[in-house]
């Protein structure tokens, strides 16, 4: 197995408990009672009272629709040759959803100054976009000193 498909593997593990922990977060914001009535509620913290919105959305949908082309993206990387456009895109993600995430562990827990039952889940999605952005700029190095033609 090549270094660069294990490095695959590596984003579309990140990619998919990315996935699991949003799309939890998402179910339980959208179309449960309460996030905080979740059954992992004692691990996973989703905020104060009131939920934190982006244009009438939970943030957890957001994070759910970018954690999820990661993991369709690390996918086609796993089933094929990766391409650096590919590679280049998914830091772009990694990028982005570190951001997201940070932004909203300042904003939740500094500025609301929000109590959690558990860890806030931003910071299980931060940890995950850094391995996800961490893992793919490795892999972008290892195919920039590939030879050509391999």
């Not at 990387?77 to 909203?104: C, D, E, H, Q, Y």
Request: with cysteine.
């Amino acid at each position: 197995m090549t270094s660069n498909r294990k490095l695959a593997i590596v984003s579309l593990t990140f990619a998919f408990a990315g996935s699991l922990l949003s799309g939890y977060l998402t179910y339980w914001n959208l179309i449960g009672p309460s996030c905080h009535q979740g059954p992992l509620n004692w691990l996973v913290s989703c905020g104060g009272p009131a939920k934190v919105l982006i244009f009438g959305l939970p943030t957890c949908v957001y994070g759910f629709a970018m954690f999820f082309t990661v993991f369709l993206l690390s996918a086609a990387a796993l089933a094929g040759k990766p391409k650096k456009s590919m590679i280049k895109a998914l830091i772009i993600l990694g990028v982005v959803g570190t951001l997201f995430s940070s932004t909203l562990i300042v904003y939740e827990v500094w500025i609301l100054k929000l109590t959690f039952t558990g860890l806030p889940a931003c910071v299980y999605g931060l940890l995950f976009y850094l391995g996800i952005l961490i893992t793919n700029v490795t892999a972008y190095r290892r195919i920039q000193h590939e030879p050509v033609g391999t």
